[in-house]
């Protein structure tokens, strides 16, 4: 096991926030990470905000394999020792990608990437969509190899618009672990930080 190069933008660390008037709601970071979970463990609706699926071309698709947690024998997880899996198979490539269908918007999304040195060093790629399914925003990262260790691809969006991601490996052999990304509040909770607002106003008029 070796730790990520890059550091996670402290944007996200902090988690994103919303001002509704004076006050500001705060969205958590959500983390789906293969270490949290056993051996072989579907992973398609492990938390609610996001349902997780394995394609095997480009754009958004029917998922045709689910999305598993399994450990890596050769040492190559970005973090820990467990990583992201096409039905037990733990690496992505061209024609396994991993896709995720958000369940309301998000502003940020982040995932790790490394891979190992044969058949040459390689970039991980992540993409965003919209609601739409219409492409956002492509990261490619920089060629990576084993001596170069684990990066970490983020995209984000003021607009808060994405609605979709989908990462994989332009090599043949790309992990992918530590998913981390932030939903936009609903207007529910905004209006319950404006009430929250509204309420200390009120108890501070009537001293």
């Not at 095997?56 to 020792?81: K, R």
């Not at 970490?152 to 981390?180: H, K, Y």
């Not at 319950?192 to 501070?204: K, S």
Request: net charge negative; with cysteine.
């Amino acid at each position: 096991m070796y730790s990520p190069k890059c550091i996670f933008p402290v944007l996200l660390l902090a988690a994103w926030s919303v001002a509704a008037g004076a006050a500001v709601v705060v969205s958590p970071v959500v983390v789906i990470e293969p270490d949290d979970y056993a051996e072989g463990t579907v992973l398609n609706t492990i938390v609610p905000e996001v349902t997780l699926g394995v394609t095997t071309g480009p754009g958004i698709q029917s998922p045709a394999f689910p999305v598993t947690a399994n450990s890596d024998a050769q040492g190559f997880a970005p973090t820990g020792t467990f990583v992201f899996g096409q039905a037990n198979v733990p690496f992505f490539n061209p024609d396994r990608r991993l896709q995720m269908q958000f369940h309301g918007e998000v502003g940020i999304v982040s995932i790790d990437f490394a891979h190992p040195d044969f058949f040459g060093t390689h970039s991980g790629v992540l993409e965003i969509y919209n609601a739409d399914e219409v492409l956002l925003d492509t990261l490619v990262s920089a060629p990576v190899g084993t001596a170069d260790g684990p990066l970490t691809m983020t995209l984000s969006r003021a607009e808060q618009d994405i609605a979709w991601a989908v990462a994989w490996s332009e090599g043949p052999f790309g992990r992918l672990d530590n998913l981390r990304f932030v939903p936009i509040p609903e207007p529910a909770a905004l209006s319950l930080a404006a009430l929250g607002l509204a309420g200390c106003v009120l108890r501070r008029s009537r001293r």
